[in-house]
Structures are given as C-alpha cells and as structure tokens.
C-alpha cells in the first residue's frame, strides 16, 4: 500500500469547494483484505489507537456509523479507511474538518482517496500518519516491506504530529479573529507561516499579527515592551502599580529587593507569557536565583513590590473593557490517597486538556519548574498532599503552562473596569491586556488595594473565548469591528474568465475597461500579473497564486482573474468566491493529460468558475457544452452571450426579463447589444473596436461582447464600457499573440498564439476575409503534449485556405522527436487535399518564419502561429526586405499604419478610426473625470 500521487488544492476544486487534498493510493495485494476479511482485532486496534473514530457516521450518518461499516459483511476498503483517520488526526490536532470521500481511480486496486484539510502541511503529514499507522496495525505477511520503521510508537508519533501541526496552525487569538472575520463575510489570507493575516482584500485590507493589528501604535508596543516606563506612566497618573527597580546583577537584585521590602517579585525586562518569572521571593538566596532565571529572558530584570491576590487578565478594545478573567496558576487538589505524580495524571485525564494549544486547557507537566515549587512546598512528586491541599506546579497563571481560567466580565466593580481602560489608552495600544492583581475583584481597588503589574501588547485571546469555567466571551468580534466599522467595504468585486480560448483578451479587455471606469485592477494572465496595467510579475499567472497575489496588492479596488485549466486541476481556484465567473468555450484542448480526455471532463474542469460566482454567471449561449453549467450556478443572474440574434433560449431568457448581450445587425453594421430586466441597451457597433478589424475578427467581437457583458455585470457604467472598447486595440503590447497585426512590409503579417483547432480555425476564416491580393501563407504548429488528433485537427482547420503551409515545430518537445509534430501535421495536409508542393517542413520556429517572411511579396498575407511570443515579434518587425520600410520602423509604427490603412466603411471616416488607433498608442486617454491615464501596455 504506497501512496502514487499528490494534489493539494487550495480553493473550489472538482472535489470540493473548499481545501482538500487527493491521493492516489495503490492498495496492491490489500485490495483482496477489506476490513471485514481482516477481522475485528483489526478494527478494534485502530478504534484503540483512535477513539474518536466513534463520531464518525459515514454513510449512516450518525456516531459510530464508520466503526459500523467496517465491522459489517466484507467491511470496506483500506483507502476509506484511510480517509477517515487522516481526518480523525486532524481533529484530535483541533482542526474541525469532516469532509471526505474515497472512488475507485479506475485501475485495480488504486483508489482516489480526497479529504478536507485547515492546514497544508498539517494535512499531508495526517495523510502520511494515517497510512504508517494502518501499516502497523496490519499482520505481519500484510505489511508492506519498509511501511513501519523499527522500534515507531505510535503514541509518541500521534503527539509529535499533534506539535507539528500546532506549529503550524493558527494560534487560539488569531484562529478567533479569523473566525470572528468569517462570521462577518470577511475574507482573509494567511501571509506567511506565523500569524500574520490579511483580512480583506486589496485597498480594503486589515493586517493582524497574533491580537497586535495594522492599526497598532509602534510606540505603544515599545511602551508595552519596557516595563520600567509603563509603571512610571501608570503611576503618574494615579494608577495603582508596585514600586519596583531596573537592575543588571544579583547583587542589584537583593539590595532592590531589601529596598523595596520582601516579598518581591523578579521579571525580565521585556518578557512575556510568563516566561522568566519568580514570585513572593523572601530571602536574598530566592532573589538571587530569581535574578538568574530572568537573566535567561532579558539583559535587564525588574525587581518589584509582591502583590498579594488574585492575578487577573482585563482585556480593552478599542478603549473598552470586553473581558475579565481571574487565572489560576496550574495545581491539583489533594485527596489524601493519591501522590502529586498521580494526581497529575488525573488531572491530565480531562478531555479538555491537551497538547499545547490543542484544546481548551494544556496538560500538566512535572518538569524542572514544577519540581521547585513543589520543594519549596516541601512536598516532592511522591508525596500524599492532604483532602483539599491545593499543589501549585507553577508560579504564573498562564494558559500554556496549565494554568486555568474564570471569566468574571459580569462582577468586576466598575472602578476596575475604568482604572483598565485608563491604563490601555495611558499606553496608546488599541488592543491591550492589563495584568491586575486583587483579593477580590468585585470590590474597588480603592478600598481593599491591588495593583497592575503590567499592560500588554498582543495579549492573547484563548482565556477568554474558551475559559474553563464561566461564560465564554466574543473578544475577537470587537477588534473586528474596529477594523471594519459598520458598512466599511472589505472585499473588492472579482471577476474570473476561463474557456479555452480567449481568456486573455476578453480579461485584458476587462481590465482595460475597469481602468476607463476609475478602478485599479489588479490582472492576472498567462504572460503575468499586472496592477494598474503594469506587469509586476512575469510568466503563467493564471493559478491560485497569482490570484492571491492580485487579492493582496493594497492598491487595487477590482481582481480580473483569467482562470486556466491547469491550475484548476493542479491547485483550485485561488479565491473561494466570485462576483462574476464567465466561460467563454469549451473546445478540444489538453485533453488526454491529467485525467481529462473528453470534452464533458473538461466542462465540469471549466463549469467550476461559474460555480462559484454569487452575482453573475456569463455563459456562451453559442456554446452547448457552456450552455449547460446554467444548471450548476447559484449565481444571482445569467447572462447570456451570443453571436446569433435569433437564439431560441436567449430570446425567452430575454423576454423573462433575464440579462442577454447579443449581436445585431444593424443599417450601420453589426452592433452590441445588451439586455437587462427588459431593457434594449445599443452599446457598440463591432467596427468601432479596433482590436476586431473592422469587425472582421469575429472572435475578438466575442471576446468584446463578453468583456462588455462582465463589465456591465459588475456595475460598471456604459460610458467607461464603450470607452475602453474603443481604446482598447491588439498591438503586440497590449494583447501580446492576440490577433496583432504588422503592415511595415510590402506584405501583411497576422501573429498569433492559437494552439488548438478552434483557435487556428478562428484566425484561418479571418485570414479568408481579409482582402487579400496574392497569396496567403500560414506557419502552422501545435504543441508536443497534444495528442495525434488534435495535432491533425489543427492542420485540418487551415487546410484549403492557404497557398503554402509552413509546418514547424514548439522549441519544447514534449516527448517527441524533433520533427514529429510538423510531419504529423503535414500528413493531415495531404490527406486533406494540400499538394505536396505547397507544403514545406521546418522544424525549428526562428528558421520557419524566416523562410515564411522570405517567401513573403507585395500584397501577401502571412498568418504566423507563435510559441516563443517576444522573440517571434521580435524577428517580424525586424525583418527588412526590398521594398519595406527605412531602418527606424517599428512595431508601433506599423500597428498606426494598420489604423490608418482602413479604408472608410460604415459611416465611419478612416482618420477617425486612425485616432482611436493613435490614442490608444500615446497613451492620451482621460476617464470621466479628466484624469490622464498610462496606457495599458508595458514600454
């Protein structure tokens, strides 16, 4: 039994729309032992090793309905039974998780086993765990060869991954203000391996680290930090505090100490949790040694007056006191039977204690600390202490070292409620934790005494939302509000794209119009992640981390997220939620490769992004396969996209009020139009785009329709939408092989990045509407991974159209030979009817186009399919023939020549169209409210 393969998906994915990890598991000669064959000793082990498994109902859906099944008939299956207990460890690590699900992968014997996890690497090592300890509980012919090391133990293995895993998670404050964040439909991410998250996204975004927040003053942490000068603060004004002296030797430690008057108490200067601490100190020996102890912690340490009472945590937000909590330093009680060894066992017995902060209290521990406070008790680990003879195993309150916890919030006398809140804001922090001793904290300081030790800065929570005895208390939900008062934005609108082709212009297109509108949106593509139209990261950005990249920019106010296959079966989606999710079309493309192999496969891989989309679903009504995921949106609204006036299912969506963007025809041309709630919305002619040729790129007019139809669903004005389309052209800088076009040579260059038979075939009935007065030559490629038939799909959607075809080859392989691509393809040609003589193979990209440029004269139409983009261009406008242009021609130039070239049509004068042309190129754009923007486009 070995574990094949791993996916870790971070977002909705085809298994869940939350996290989840699958593994391919092998079971090998364990397919023929199910549960049942192996026996109830089996069972009865694991339910040993793992007693929460009771709670688990699988399919009886109620406790113990898990332990049911494998006990019942043949049992179930090892890769189930795997599923549930790399839940279970997480649970008993304190993650709430319970989703899972085990399918055959449809191979003897290997199971997809997928379950929830809360954190990545806690949730791998569950799934590692949980196989090692299934391996041991095997007989011993079962057990696979090396599964088990020598001498494991799996109690001490189940606590090892119990601190790994809280090492990794969320510590109880924050977890409680991510919590309280989510209740308010906050989102958040987790920015590195600690605790510091963003709360929000973008321009709206909060950080916190543990319970100190972007708001909190530096000074105040500082002050906070020096316990000197806070109780020099706090007594100026009053506040009840101990004298206490700044020392740096034992010897300054005892003569303090002699000053100040015994008991005193030793503290490092600037520590925390407690560590480092020595109380009720009475002898220059004790004072000495507690000087040592906080020496460990800090340079300095504090000598201080010993305050007699209860140690109290008042917690303030914001200015008010939101929580009170009396802690109790950890002790067993005794009985007269039992010894303190055993009464710690005892004590550790209660299912609400656990490892560190894996539960609401931590276990007792017997270690070096404890053994002094129990010889200055006088009593040692063996000893019988008296019925009701508290035994105290440390000298501090903390939670961490087993200390416990009672919410007194209800009866704490007002005068300590204000002399907290004087304290916190003394010191400036918006969040802060005052530490009060008192005999009794119903009665006024004023009259029975006490006093603060000290304020914190980033206190923690965990006393307060899960004290151990008393009304558990919501402080998180204050620190929210204060972050985010009543109605303050927190979410930026986020619109995701996916298809198979198209994704890049329509989401370029989109962020281009969001520009126009004002907004600063953040984009991620297949070339790069750009803010505000500058590209900030190169490469393939169009997985979960590029969105979270997008989501955590403090400067954008609107997330265009182009969405691609790859990443949603690698990883998920990188956000849980949309506003607008848009599918453009599903056409065959990477199928054969991670498990898809239809285009049914690749719907559901794609249909993901409108199921999560809470506002609008914008669907290719032209498009079955498209047509269909409306069923699977629980979107707000659907919006219909279609090239076809007279589409049946549109016209009644339309009709029901429903929102539709459609193409009509027109006196003028073919125009844009947009329905909503039986409204008839004219919003462009097609001819007026110019990244659509006049309108003869009739899939840039789709990719337009569909850009106009997201904008207009999230709220973005007409105005700002037909501005950007009218700006928005398909030079090689803005949409970099989308449909660019170079006319500097005696000839037409079209250059594009189409990889499959849909794209090539959309650009191959372009070419045949272009006016063309000699010949038309096409350099034809598709990529290695690509099986046979789509390679010859490809070559079939160019055949007939074209007067030579140049077939070459991607710079990357893929696994095959050097040659084999072009030659499958130049075969397609043939038996399509292609002469040989108008058929030449070139393997290598740089030599092919060379030769296609070469071949290229007066009037001709070279159509380019690119792979390595930059350096493709690069070799077009560089070309220099007889009869092209001087040396300083460029790429600019001839994209303003291309403007200027066509002719008037429609009504539309040519020097207009140059102008969008040449505006769009300056960068001389204003939104409405006259503000000069870049252009969308990198320099």
């Given at each position: 039994?070995?574990?094949?393969?791993?996916?870790?998906?971070?977002?909705?994915?085809?298994?869940?729309?939350?996290?989840?990890?699958r593994?391919?598991?092998?079971?090998?000669?364990?397919?023929?032992?199910?549960?049942?064959?192996?026996?109830?000793?089996?069972?009865?082990?694991?339910?040993?090793?793992?007693?929460?498994?009771?709670?688990?109902?699988?399919s009886?859906?109620?406790?113990?309905?898990?332990?049911?099944r494998m006990?019942?008939?043949?049992?179930?299956?090892?890769?189930?039974?795997?599923?549930?207990?790399?839940?279970?460890?997480?649970?008993?690590?304190?993650e709430?998780v319970?989703f899972g699900?085990?399918?055959?992968?449809?191979?003897?014997?290997?199971?997809?086993v997928?379950?929830?996890?809360?954190?990545?690497?806690?949730?791998?090592?569950a799934?590692e765990?949980?196989l090692?300890?299934?391996?041991?509980?095997?007989p011993?012919n079962?057990?696979?060869?090396?599964?088990?090391?020598?001498?494991?133990?799996?109690?001490e293995?189940?606590?090892q991954?119990?601190?790994?895993?809280?090492?990794?998670?969320?510590?109880?404050s924050?977890?409680s203000?991510?919590?309280?964040?989510?209740?308010?439909?906050?989102?958040?991410?987790?920015l590195?391996?600690?605790?510091?998250?963003?709360?929000g996204?973008?321009r709206?975004q909060?950080?916190?680290?543990?319970?100190?927040?972007?708001?909190?003053?530096?000074?105040?942490v500082?002050l906070?930090s020096?316990?000197?000068?806070?109780?020099?603060?706090?007594?100026?004004?009053?506040?009840?505090?101990p004298?206490?002296e700044?020392?740096?030797?034992a010897?300054?430690?005892?003569?303090a100490?002699?000053?100040?008057?015994?008991?005193?108490?030793?503290k490092?200067?600037?520590?925390?949790?407690g560590?480092?601490?020595?109380?009720?100190?009475?002898?220059?020996?004790?004072?000495?040694?507690?000087?040592?102890?906080?020496r460990?912690?800090?340079?300095?340490?504090?000598?201080?007056?010993?305050?007699?009472?209860?140690?109290?945590?008042?917690?303030?937000?914001?200015?008010?006191l939101v929580?009170?909590?009396?802690?109790?330093p950890?002790h067993?009680?005794g009985?007269?039977?039992?010894?303190?060894?055993?009464l710690?066992?005892?004590?550790?017995?209660?299912?609400r204690?656990?490892?560190?902060h894996e539960?609401?209290?931590?276990?007792?521990?017997?270690?070096a600390?404890?053994?002094?406070m129990?010889?200055?008790?006088g009593?040692t680990?063996d000893?019988?202490?008296?019925?009701?003879q508290?035994v105290?195993?440390?000298?501090?309150a903390?939670?961490s070292?087993?200390?416990?916890?009672?919410?007194?919030?209800?009866?704490?006398?007002p005068?300590?409620?204000?002399?907290?809140?004087?304290?916190?804001?003394?010191?400036?922090?918006?969040?802060?934790?005052?530490?009060?001793?008192?005999?009794?904290?119903?009665?006024s300081?004023?009259?029975?005494?006490?006093?603060?030790?000290?304020?914190n800065?980033a206190?923690?929570?965990?006393?307060?939302v899960?004290?151990s005895?008393?009304?558990?208390?919501?402080v998180?939900?204050?620190?929210?509000?204060?972050?985010?008062?009543?109605?303050?934005?927190?979410?930026?609108?986020?619109?995701?794209?996916?298809?198979?082709?198209?994704?890049?212009?329509?989401?370029?297109?989109?962020?281009?119009?969001?520009?126009?509108?004002g907004?600063?949106?953040g984009?991620t593509?297949?070339?790069g992640?750009?803010?505000?139209?500058?590209r900030?990261?190169?490469?393939?950005?169009t997985?979960?981390?590029?969105?979270?990249?997008?989501?955590?920019?403090?400067?954008?106010?609107?997330?265009?997220?182009?969405?691609?296959?790859?990443?949603?079966?690698?990883?998920?989606?990188?956000?849980?939620?949309?506003?607008?999710?848009a599918?453009l079309?599903v056409?065959?493309?990477?199928?054969?490769?991670r498990?898809?192999d239809?285009?049914?496969?690749?719907?559901?891989?794609?249909?993901?992004?409108v199921?999560v989309?809470?506002?609008c679903?914008?669907?290719?009504?032209?498009?079955?396969?498209?047509?269909?995921?409306s069923?699977?949106?629980?979107a707000k609204s659907?919006c219909?996209?279609?090239?076809?006036?007279?589409?049946?299912?549109?016209?009644?969506?339309?009709?029901?009020?429903g929102?539709?963007?459609?193409?009509?025809a027109?006196?003028n041309?073919?125009?844009i139009?947009?329905?909503d709630?039986g409204?008839h919305?004219?919003?462009?002619?097609?001819?007026?785009?110019?990244?659509?040729?006049?309108?003869?790129?009739?899939h840039?007019v789709?990719n337009?329709?569909?850009?106009?139809?997201m904008?207009?669903?999230?709220?973005?004005?007409?105005?700002p939408?037909?501005?950007?389309?009218?700006?928005?052209?398909?030079?090689?800088f803005?949409a970099?092989?989308?449909?660019?076009?170079?006319n500097?040579?005696?000839?037409?260059?079209?250059?594009?990045?189409?990889?499959n038979?849909?794209?090539?075939?959309?650009?191959?009935?372009?070419?045949?509407?272009?006016?063309?007065?000699?010949?038309?030559?096409v350099?034809?490629?598709?990529?290695?991974?690509?099986?046979?038939?789509?390679?010859?799909?490809?070559a079939?959607?160019?055949?007939?159209?074209?007067?030579?075809?140049?077939?070459?080859?991607?710079?990357?392989?893929?696994?095959r030979a050097?040659?084999?691509v072009?030659?499958?393809?130049?075969?397609?040609?043939?038996?399509?009817?292609?002469?040989?003589?108008?058929?030449s193979?070139?393997?290598?990209?740089?030599?092919?186009i060379?030769?296609?440029?070469?071949?290229?004269q007066?009037?001709d139409?070279l159509?380019?399919f690119?792979?390595?983009?930059?350096?493709?261009?690069?070799?077009?406008?560089?070309?220099?023939?007889?009869?092209?242009?001087?040396?300083?021609?460029?790429?600019?130039a001839?994209?303003?020549?291309?403007?200027a070239?066509?002719?008037?049509?429609?009504?539309?004068?040519?020097?207009?169209?140059?102008?969008?042309?040449?505006?769009?190129?300056e960068?001389?754009i204003?939104?409405?409210?006259?503000?000069?923007?870049?252009?969308?486009?990198?320099?």
């Amino acid at each position: 039994m070995r574990i094949l393969d791993r996916s870790v998906y971070v977002g909705p994915s085809l298994y869940a729309r939350f996290p989840v990890i699958r593994l391919d598991l092998d079971l090998a000669k364990l397919e023929e032992w199910p549960t049942g064959r192996l026996g109830p000793d089996f069972v009865t082990a694991l339910h040993t090793a793992l007693p929460g498994l009771t709670e688990h109902g699988c399919s009886y859906r109620e406790p113990g309905g898990f332990l049911r099944r494998m006990r019942e008939g043949e049992g179930t299956w090892l890769g189930h039974v795997l599923e549930h207990v790399a839940i279970e460890l997480q649970n008993i690590a304190g993650e709430a998780v319970t989703f899972g699900k085990t399918r055959s992968a449809g191979r003897p014997g290997v199971y997809t086993v997928v379950y929830e996890y809360a954190q990545r690497d806690e949730g791998i090592a569950a799934g590692e765990l949980g196989l090692r300890l299934l391996c041991s509980l095997l007989p011993a012919n079962l057990r696979p060869t090396d599964s088990v090391p020598q001498g494991w133990d799996w109690p001490e293995a189940r606590d090892q991954f119990i601190r790994f895993a809280q090492r990794r998670a969320l510590g109880p404050s924050t977890a409680s203000l991510v919590r309280a964040a989510e209740a308010r439909g906050i989102p958040w991410l987790r920015l590195n391996d600690q605790s510091l998250v963003q709360l929000g996204h973008g321009r709206y975004q909060q950080r916190i680290q543990a319970t100190v927040t972007g708001r909190t003053p530096h000074i105040a942490v500082e002050l906070a930090s020096d316990k000197e000068e806070t109780n020099k603060i706090l007594a100026g004004l009053g506040l009840p505090v101990p004298r206490q002296e700044l020392v740096q030797s034992a010897a300054q430690a005892v003569r303090a100490a002699q000053r100040i008057g015994f008991p005193v108490v030793t503290k490092p200067y600037n520590g925390n949790h407690g560590r480092g601490i020595s109380i009720r100190l009475t002898s220059d020996e004790e004072v000495a040694h507690g000087f040592n102890v906080a020496r460990e912690h800090s340079r300095s340490v504090i000598v201080e007056t010993f305050l007699t009472g209860d140690d109290h945590r008042l917690l303030v937000v914001n200015g008010e006191l939101v929580a009170a909590t009396r802690r109790t330093p950890g002790h067993v009680s005794g009985d007269g039977v039992h010894t303190v060894v055993q009464l710690i066992d005892i004590v550790n017995q209660d299912p609400r204690r656990g490892v560190g902060h894996e539960k609401v209290l931590t276990r007792l521990e017997l270690d070096a600390q404890a053994q002094k406070m129990l010889e200055r008790a006088g009593l040692t680990a063996d000893s019988v202490p008296a019925a009701g003879q508290p035994v105290y195993l440390r000298s501090t309150a903390n939670l961490s070292t087993g200390g416990t916890a009672t919410d007194v919030t209800d009866v704490i006398h007002p005068d300590n409620r204000e002399m907290a809140e004087r304290a916190v804001r003394a010191i400036g922090l918006d969040v802060g934790g005052v530490d009060f001793l008192s005999p009794d904290i119903t009665d006024s300081y004023r009259r029975i005494g006490g006093g603060i030790c000290e304020v914190n800065a980033a206190p923690g929570f965990r006393m307060h939302v899960a004290p151990s005895e008393g009304t558990a208390r919501d402080v998180a939900g204050p620190v929210i509000d204060m972050l985010f008062p009543q109605g303050a934005a927190t979410r930026v609108p986020i619109a995701a794209i996916t298809g198979t082709n198209g994704k890049t212009t329509t989401a370029r297109m989109l962020a281009h119009i969001a520009r126009m509108a004002g907004f600063t949106p953040g984009l991620t593509t297949t070339d790069g992640v750009y803010i505000n139209g500058q590209r900030t990261v190169q490469g393939d950005m169009t997985g979960p981390v590029s969105a979270r990249m997008v989501l955590a920019d403090p400067q954008i106010d609107l997330a265009v997220l182009e969405t691609a296959r790859g990443g949603l079966l690698r990883a998920g989606m990188g956000v849980s939620e949309v506003n607008v999710g848009a599918v453009l079309n599903v056409q065959p493309d990477h199928l054969g490769l991670r498990g898809i192999d239809t285009l049914e496969q690749l719907a559901e891989v794609k249909r993901i992004v409108v199921e999560v989309a809470n506002d609008c679903a914008v669907l290719n009504a032209d498009d079955t396969l498209v047509l269909k995921m409306s069923g699977y949106t629980e979107a707000k609204s659907i919006c219909y996209v279609t090239l076809n006036p007279q589409h049946t299912l549109v016209r009644e969506h339309i009709r029901a009020g429903g929102r539709a963007c459609a193409l009509e025809a027109g006196v003028n041309g073919q125009m844009i139009t947009l329905y909503d709630k039986g409204g008839h919305i004219p919003l462009m002619w097609t001819h007026l785009i110019p990244a659509t040729l006049e309108g003869r790129a009739t899939h840039n007019v789709q990719n337009a329709m569909f850009a106009a139809a997201m904008a207009f669903s999230l709220g973005i004005r007409l105005d700002p939408i037909r501005q950007g389309l009218r700006t928005f052209d398909s030079t090689f800088f803005q949409a970099p092989g989308r449909l660019n076009v170079f006319n500097e040579h005696p000839f037409k260059v079209l250059f594009d990045y189409g990889h499959n038979a849909h794209a090539v075939a959309a650009m191959a009935d372009l070419a045949q509407r272009l006016d063309v007065t000699g010949r038309r030559i096409v350099v034809l490629a598709g990529p290695g991974d690509r099986r046979d038939e789509d390679l010859v799909a490809i070559a079939r959607a160019v055949a007939g159209r074209f007067d030579h075809y140049i077939c070459r080859r991607d710079d990357s392989l893929r696994g095959r030979a050097d040659d084999e691509v072009p030659r499958i393809q130049a075969a397609a040609l043939r038996e399509a009817g292609v002469p040989e003589s108008a058929i030449s193979i070139i393997p290598d990209e740089q030599q092919a186009i060379e030769a296609a440029l070469n071949m290229g004269q007066q009037g001709d139409l070279l159509l380019v399919f690119a792979d390595a983009l930059v350096r493709s261009w690069k070799q077009i406008t560089k070309f220099r023939s007889p009869g092209s242009a001087g040396e300083g021609a460029g790429a600019g130039a001839g994209a303003r020549a291309e403007a200027a070239s066509v002719p008037a049509a429609r009504g539309v004068p040519a020097e207009a169209e140059a102008g969008v042309a040449a505006i769009s190129l300056e960068g001389l754009i204003r939104d409405e409210r006259g503000v000069r923007l870049a252009p969308d486009a990198e320099d």
